[in-house]
């Protein structure tokens, strides 16, 4: 079992930068790749990013590449979305997730409990 919580979001410009963090507990964190989602009011949830167990290899989806990175410290159960040049289109509530690795909500098994981010223009 693992327990995802995610560190509050919050208002930002656009063109500004936001840092989201995502702690996890238990002791097989590091066996886990770690995917970050959003929702935005009215649709679907989106795949965001993803990155492998090890830390080695990352994903973005098309909306968010060159933008957005993705780390983890194993040794601190943290994974963290590092969010740039944000958009007003970034506004959603993000959901950090533990799973294998791919680019869809079935591939996670754990999720936390979302943090709202609005960009404002």
């Known amino acids: 079992q693992v327990q995802l919580v995610e560190s509050r979001g919050g208002l930002v410009q656009a063109g500004g930068s936001l840092r989201l963090s995502c702690a996890a507990s238990g002791r097989t964190f590091s066996s886990y790749a770690m995917g970050w989602f959003r929702q935005a009011p009215g649709k679907e949830r989106e795949f965001v990013g993803v990155?492998?167990?090890?830390?080695?290899?990352?994903y973005f989806a098309d909306s968010v590449k060159g933008r957005f990175t993705m780390s983890r410290d194993n040794a601190k159960n943290t994974v963290y979305l590092q969010m740039n040049s944000l958009k007003p289109e970034d506004t959603a509530v993000y959901y950090c997730?533990?799973?294998?690795?791919?680019?869809?909500?079935?591939?996670?098994?754990?999720w936390g409990q979302g943090t709202q981010v609005t960009v404002s223009s």
């Open positions: 997730a533990a799973g294998n690795y791919g680019g869809y909500p079935s591939n996670y098994a754990y």
């Open positions: 990155i492998s167990a090890s830390g080695g290899r990352t």
